[in-house]
Nanobody
């Protein structure tokens, strides 16, 4: 299974970006999908996550600015980021809990990361 993330880039403070992450492979079910980020010199931390049913969870620092969503038919998760701040600058990683064969056995997969830079 590969998770392919895209949509990062350079944006000015107050701007918006939309990240996408698609899982490519034969997949039976994806439980939780999420976005994490890692800034230089800091540990990787959760930004947002979403269950198969659409229940979501956000880090306090992004509540009200970021929105996570998913398209189960496309095995894709999105992160809409609005009102971006310089402190949002980081490498953003997607992950997913995937059951490939329908045996209720899940494995966590990670995408390759996409750089988001917020700067004027």
């Amino acid at each position: 299974v590969q998770l392919q993330a895209s949509g990062g880039g350079l944006v000015q403070p107050g701007g918006s970006l939309r990240l996408s992450c698609a899982a490519s492979a034969s997949i039976f079910r994806i439980a939780v999908m999420g976005w994490y980020r890692q800034a230089p010199g800091k540990q990787r931390g959760l930004v947002a996550s979403i269950t198969q049913g659409g229940g979501s969870n956000y880090a306090d620092s992004v509540k009200g600015r970021f929105t996570i969503s998913r398209d189960n038919a496309k095995n894709t998760v999105y992160l809409q980021m609005n009102s971006l701040k310089p402190e949002d600058t980081a490498v953003y990683y997607c992950n997913a809990d995937i059951d490939r064969s329908g045996t209720d056995s899940y494995t966590v997969y990670w995408g390759q990361g996409t750089q988001v830079t917020v700067s004027s």
